[in-house]
């Protein structure tokens, strides 16, 4: 069974995430922006039901959109339950951060109070983890700002696999409930602005009270704006920006007038705010800070007039997406590197080799006109001991980057794609290649066997930590399983090779000190070259075939550890 702890799993469901947040900033109007909440837990969060509750005026909340079921959706659309009711239902069961869940073991309490509610019967749960058609889930809605004010609640039923949420599906919706709640204000942002611009266009004899509604609306707003002008020498140039605007960049109004956007976007972005349109633009980059830091923000224009007319003006919204933008990087570096060592993953580590290869076969080859493959035995001699306590440090890590051109399809340009070629292993002509070093750890399943799967998951650790130190910025050192890893070194020729795989196995054969005992493994290398029309998969097992042909080779002490 597919779980949410397998790296393509979270991908999918980070793709997924991304999207239906991607278009709660769709939706023209307040109930088009509910809806695509509801429709949005369904699309990207693996529930069959979801109902957004909002807060109206008076502190009730009100069942305002429903996805998932139409007869559902018939019954409680529109009904209202109390504001004690919700406050009694967001205080009970279990918290998981920002949510609240509530089992059914408990919710028998709530079956009478006066929320509208909508559930089936089912049988009792066969294993812990089971979804229970009388759990329920919570996602509540909170405004930006330190007054936390409760804007709605969105509830959530009958997960697809069956199963209670994990970590990871747990945080995936309180983020969306995060941005959910974002996309509600900033609709109801949009619908005031919309009203008091066509106050400003069709009532002109109330010009003045429409201009204090704007301001008001301007100056207030939660998050920042800015009004620009347009056309002439001065284009761009900052007129007025809010309060929010100036507190997100740390400089005061005064100063913000002295600059445009371009001024303050970051240089790698400055081609996205050139192609952002002016009319209903959209962009996400990074602007400065005071202090010379930058923050991710989403830029959204329009075009506003200051009488009929009249000049025109750029009015930009702006919007702090910096949780967001950390959000998504944790969840595609969870996605790609290994929980344990902090590596790149398998999946990772394909991507990587991947984008390095083309489907053009032998772009160079050797003079023999065969692949070459090289090998290191790096088995060692000594046996076993232990030595005296110590104190085990963290491990920590660099140089695992590794950026490669994009990848060219088969049949396409190579205009921008450097082949990949294998270095001649009989004669040293020169040629560099990307090396594949394919690393087993030797006596690693005895220790395991003998101290426990804590002294085994402490060796991997060190190991992980004295193969990155021992490789150049640049190379990539990943776990592929187990207690195999893998090295890809670019630039390197046959004899430089077998000159690293020296160096990484004498890094690892030293003792390994867990809880106040040394323990020692070995490590057998297989060299491979990565070679324009192979795949990838053929890469990976020549260098696996030969570390085996090695490994074998040898007698069972020479690869003893303990």
Not at 422 to 433: F, H, L, N, S, W
Not at 482 to 510: C, M, S
Request: proline letters at 4%.
């Amino acid at each position: 069974m597919e779980t949410e702890s397998e790296p393509y799993v979270r991908l999918a469901t980070l793709r997924q995430l991304h999207q239906v947040v991607a278009n709660l900033n769709t939706a023209r109007s307040l109930a088009d922006t509910l809806q695509t909440v509801a429709d949005g837990v369904i699309a990207g969060l693996g529930y069959e039901l979801a109902c957004v509750n909002l807060v109206r005026p008076d502190g009730d909340l009100v069942v305002a959109a429903f996805a998932g079921s139409p007869a559902a959706e018939a019954l409680i659309t529109g009904r209202v339950g109390s504001r004690a009711s919700w406050e009694r239902r967001l205080s009970m069961g279990e918290s998981w951060g920002e949510l609240r869940f509530i089992p059914h073991t408990e919710g028998w309490v709530l079956i009478e109070d006066d929320v509208p509610q909508w559930h089936t019967d089912g049988p009792e749960p066969r294993f812990e983890d089971e979804w229970h058609p009388r759990d329920r889930l919570y996602a509540p809605m909170y405004a930006s700002g330190s007054g936390r004010e409760l804007l709605g609640v969105i509830s959530v039923d009958r997960p697809r696999n069956g199963r209670r949420p994990g970590p990871w599906g747990q945080e995936a919706l309180q983020m969306y409930a995060s941005q959910a709640a974002i996309a509600i204000s900033n609709a109801r942002l949009r619908a005031n602005m919309q009203r008091a611009l066509v106050r400003l266009e069709r009532e002109q004899q109330a010009l003045r009270a429409s201009e204090e509604s704007f301001r008001q609306a301007f100056e207030y707003a939660p998050s920042g704006m800015a009004i620009a002008e347009m056309g002439g020498d001065q284009h761009g140039r900052l007129l007025r920006a809010n309060d929010a605007l100036c507190r997100l960049l740390g400089r005061p109004a005064s100063v913000m007038r002295r600059y445009s956007f371009a001024d303050l976007v970051h240089p790698e972005d400055i081609g996205t705010l050139l192609r952002t349109s002016a009319e209903g633009g959209r962009a996400e980059l990074r602007l400065a800070r005071r202090d010379g830091t930058y923050v991710w923000v989403s830029l959204r224009n329009s075009v506003v007039a200051d009488t009929a007319d009249g000049p025109r003006f750029l009015l930009t919204h702006v919007e702090d997406i910096e949780e967001r933008k950390r959000h998504e990087l944790q969840l595609a570096h969870r996605a790609s590197h290994d929980a344990l060592t902090g590596l790149p993953n398998s999946a990772e580590l394909r991507a990587r080799l991947s984008a390095r290869l083309c489907s053009r076969p032998h772009a160079v080859r050797s003079s023999s006109g065969t692949h070459e493959v090289d090998s290191y035995d790096s088995g060692y001699e000594s046996g076993y001991g232990y030595e005296g306590a110590y104190e085990y440090g963290e491990p920590a890590y660099r140089g695992d980057g590794f950026d490669f051109a994009a990848r060219a399809e088969g049949g396409a340009a190579y205009d921008h794609h450097v082949h990949a070629v294998a270095p001649d292993a009989e004669a040293d002509d020169g040629t560099k290649g990307l090396a594949v070093l394919f690393c087993d750890l030797d006596g690693f399943k005895s220790i395991n066997d003998r101290f426990g799967h804590h002294t085994g998951d402490a060796v991997l650790i060190e190991v992980a930590r004295r193969l990155t130190a021992g490789v150049r910025d640049g190379d990539t050192v990943a776990r592929l399983g187990g207690d195999e890893f893998v090295v890809l070194a670019d630039g390197l020729g046959a004899a430089d090779a077998a000159d690293l795989a020296v160096r990484l196995r004498n890094a690892i054969i030293p003792p390994i000190r867990v809880d106040g005992r040394a323990v020692r493994v070995g490590a057998s290398f297989g060299i491979g070259w990565a070679e324009c029309g192979m795949s990838v998969e053929e890469v990976l097992n020549s260098a696996d075939q030969r570390m085996y042909i090695e490994k074998r080779s040898r007698s069972k002490v020479h690869r003893r550890a303990g």
